[in-house]
Every structure is written in C-alpha cells, then in structure tokens.
C-alpha cells in the first residue's frame, strides 16, 4: 500500500501482462523447459579422478604378486579344463586339460637344453673388459655354466652309477666346441690360464660343498677342460695329494677331489695309472673313499683294452704296495674291496712287468726277499709263481745270449748277477 496526494491509501499492483523480476519472480511457479535451461546453466562439480601413485621399489612385488596369482589361477582352471565343474561320463574316460605335473630339473633334461648363445654372451663380454686375461674368460664361462644348472639338486660328489663321461656327454656339441675353443685359445695365449682356471674351479667346487651348494656347472666345465687336456692336472698331482691328506675325515670332500682330478685319466691307459697311483693308491687305507679308487680302477681297464700302453708307468714300489694289498695279512681293505682288487692284480702285473724280458730281473730280487716261512698260502702261491716265471725268462734270455756270446757276452753276464742272488 501506498500513500496518496489526497491523504488516503492506494493498493500498489502490477498491470496484468507485466513480466514481474526480483524476489516475485523467482517465487512464481516455472514450467519444467524452463526448470530444464535453468539446470543446465549452472555451474556443475566435476569430481577428480584419483592421483596416480609415484613408482616405488615395491611395485616390483606387487607386479610379482599378481603374476603369481595369474599362474595359480591359471593353473587351476588347467586341472579341470573346460569341464572342470562337470561330473565325468564314464569310468574310462578322463577330464580335458588333465593336471600334468611338470618335471623336476635334472642334468638330464637341462644339460641338453644348454643355449650357445647364452655362454657366448658372457663370453665376449668378458672378452671386452679384459682382453688380455684368458683365465678370466674360463673362468666366467664356468660360472655361468654353473648360474645355468643351479636348480638341479645335489646327486652326490662322484656322480655314482653314471658313465665315466658323465654329464659331459650331455653336452649339445655347438657348446661343447665353444668351451674347447675357448680352453685352446686361452691355453694358446697364457699356457697358465688352464692351471689358474682349474684350482678356481677346485676351489669353488669345495666351497660350495661345504656350505651344501650345487656346482654341477663347474665340474662340467673341468670335466671338459681334464678330458681335453689331461696335462693340467697330471703335473700338479701331488699338490691334489696334499689337499686330499689335509682333511682325510671328509668323505664328500675328498671323493670331489678325486672325482675331479681323475677326469684326467680318462684320455689314456697310462694317465689314468698315474692318477691313480699318486692320488687313489695312497687313500685305499680311508675307507670311505677306498670304493671310489678301486671302482675308478675298473672302469679304467674296462675302458682301455691294450695294455702295453700303460707300460713304464707303475714302478716298482707302487707294484709292491698293490701285492700288500692284495696278498698281505696286514692289508686295510674291506674283503669285498680286496677281492676286488684281486681282480685286477693279474693286468696290474703285466703293466708292471711290461718287457718282462728287460724287467723282470729288476723284480727277482725282491721276489725272493718276500718269500718267507710266515707268509701266507696266497703270497706264497704268488711269489713261487713269479720265480718261476722268472727263471724261466732268464734261461730263454741266457740261452739266446750264450747263442751269441761273442757279441753278446756283456749282455749274458748280467743275468748270471741277479740269478745268483
């Protein structure tokens, strides 16, 4: 309302059609177009998505933890397949996707598997940061052959029960060359890299043993590395002999060692005797080893068929420490073991005696000397033996030479010595 001029009141409205604004207008009833516009011209809120996570050490085992949930679920839906849920049909017919149980790692099935690629990466990485170090280069391609077989579990220091060439003869033959030209070219440019890389080799292996490590790739590699080149290891025999004597309670040690040393012998009749003679003849009084030297004995002479290659290897007194063994009441061995040896002693004997015609006048003497009234059957059985056998060599040899005694006759003189004796 509203005052006048004449001094009464008046009510104060619009005129009908007049669009109203102000608080009128926004009280007065819209339609749902308008109610629509006026919702879409406002302001609206966007949420924000949320902030990504910086990248951290742990999102490596995150990553591996889902990966690991993937396999297993994987797994899973491999045992039943498509019809995992479903009921079989029949007694005879099996489920699709039936569980197959992956095999354990062995050097059967790894060793065969064994990648060229792989090893001549090392390889020629190693050859660029050291160029003019070659046992380096052995070295590391022993220790990545060793990385490569390490999962295979333990199967004993001497590898029992397997053949001589064991596992080298699991080797693809594209790696086996590499490991042999790698060993010629590094023996070409430091004739001791082959010496420095097998007492790493020896001492890595020990090592490993100690603290229950595999290192099936490390006997691979001087497996190859002995066969190949016996001489590494035959003119350091008595250092081997001395690692062995140092710890003489240690069975797992000491068969590696000799296990590893004899990888020598396996190239010829007459390395394999000096190997066996300076480092398994002095160890059959252990007797947790003395199975392991006679049994390298007889795969050695099963493996070498002609004898004459091993004469003028086995002295005399190592000849004579075998007779004690084999023939003497005081002997240390088991009585299977002595058997045994027994066994061999007549292919012993020959390589031995060699020419006997030249050499057994050296062992006459010593014959005799042995022959005693307190020695038993056997020994005496062998030694009347051998002085027959001896007599009988010497009356051809003294018949031959009285034959031709004037061109002979220092020659005849020198058996009527030792027959007197």
């Known amino acids: 309302m509203a005052a006048t001029t004449n001094g009464g009141w008046a009510v104060v409205g619009s005129k009908k059609g007049k669009p109203q604004t102000g608080t009128a207008a926004a009280k007065a009833p819209q339609s749902k177009a308008a109610k629509k516009k006026t919702a879409e011209s406002m302001p609206k809120i966007i949420p924000m998505l949320p902030m990504k996570e910086s990248p951290t050490i742990y999102d490596a085992f995150i990553e591996e933890e889902e990966r690991e949930e993937k396999r297993m679920e994987l797994e899973k839906e491999g045992k039943g397949g498509l019809g995992g849920n479903r009921k079989q049909i ?103 890299a082959l010496e420095l890389s097998l007492e790493y080799c020896v001492e890595s292996i020990l090592n490993d043993s100690n603290k229950g490590i595999t290192s099936h790739g490390h006997r691979l590699f001087v497996q190859v590395l002995l066969v190949h ?42 390395n394999g005797l000096k190997v066996w003679l300076t480092l398994m003849l002095p160890m059959l009084s252990i007797r947790h080893v003395a199975a392991y030297a006679v049994d390298y004995l007889e795969e050695l002479f099963g493996l070498h068929d002609n004898l004459e290659a091993g004469f003028g ?92 005694a004037p061109r002979t006759v220092t020659t005849a003189r020198e058996p009527s010595c030792w027959i007197v004796l």
């Open 90 to 192: 029949g007694p005879g017919v099996k489920k699709f996707g039936a569980d197959r149980k992956r095999e354990p790692p062995t050097l059967d099935n790894t060793v065969p598997e064994l990648e060229e690629e792989e090893l001549r990466k090392i390889l020629d990485l190693t050859k660029m940061a050291f160029p003019a170090n070659p046992d380096i280069w052995l070295k590391d391609l022993a220790s990545g052959l060793n990385i490569s077989l390490d999962k295979i579990p333990d199967i004993g220091p001497i590898y029992e029960g397997k053949p001589m060439d064991y596992p080298m003869c699991l080797l693809p033959l594209n790696v086996h060359d590499l490991l042999l030209q790698t060993i010629s070219e590094a023996q070409k440019m430091s004739p001791s």
């Open 313 to 404: 290897v086995v002295p005399k007194a190592d000849f004579f420490k075998i007779f004690s063994e084999v023939h003497g009441d005081q002997s240390n061995l088991p009585t299977d073991l002595q058997k045994r040896l027994h066994l061999l002693y007549p292919k012993i004997k020959a390589v031995a005696w060699g020419d006997i015609i030249t050499n057994l006048p050296n062992f006459f003497p010593a014959f005799l000397s042995r022959c005693t009234p307190d020695c038993n059957d056997s020994k005496r059985a062998e030694l009347l033996d051998c002085l027959v056998t001896s007599s009988r060599i010497f009356l051809i040899f003294f018949l031959h030479s009285f034959r031709d």
């Open 229 to 270: 080149r016996p001489e590494t290891a035959i003119k350091s025999l008595e250092k081997y002999l001395a690692l062995l004597q140092k710890n003489p309670s240690r069975p797992v040690r000491n068969l590696s060692i000799m296990w590893i040393i004899g990888q020598a012998g396996h190239s010829s009749l007459a």
